[in-house]
């Protein structure tokens, strides 16, 4: 089970840090992502970190606002949220998928990860 964290209302500009939680199980040799989904829109890939930690991926929409970061010791994931902007407005779900993609395209495909969290709501308010 994966359950979020973190989220609220925030002012454009401002700051949040969302976590992901494992219980249950843990995530070795996963990969732990985070997707975006906007009212009416399609759930889009916003981050993931590989086991290692060592690999992070993101889109051109948030690369050098958002940081992306893993405990493996706590079965956590963390989402550094930085410079936030109106259109980041979304439910933020984390994701976990198993084992090391080849390709780059697969960390952000949602039908790569099975487990998925309930989700926690991000607002920015312009």
């Known amino acids: 089970q994966l359950v979020e964290s973190g989220g609220g209302l925030v002012q454009a500009g401002g700051s949040l840090r969302l976590s992901c939680a494992a219980s249950?199980?843990?995530?070795?040799?996963?990969?732990l992502g985070w997707f975006r989904q906007a009212p009416g829109k399609e759930r889009w890939f916003v981050s993931a970190?590989?086991?290692?930690?060592?690999?992070?991926y993101y889109p051109d929409s948030v690369k050098g606002r958002f940081t992306i970061s893993r405990d493996n010791a706590k079965n956590t994931v963390y989402l550094q949220m930085n410079s936030l902007k109106p259109e980041d407005t979304a439910v933020y779900y984390c994701?976990?998928?198993?084992?090391?993609?080849?390709?780059?395209?697969?960390?952000?495909?949602?039908?790569?990860?099975?487990?998925w969290g309930q989700g926690t709501q991000v607002t920015v308010s312009s």
């Open positions: 994701a976990a998928g198993r084992g090391t993609p080849y390709y780059r395209r697969t960390y952000y495909d949602r039908a790569f990860y099975d487990s």
């Open positions: 249950g199980r843990t995530f070795t040799n996963y990969v």
């Open positions: 970190i590989a086991w290692s930690g060592g690999n992070t």
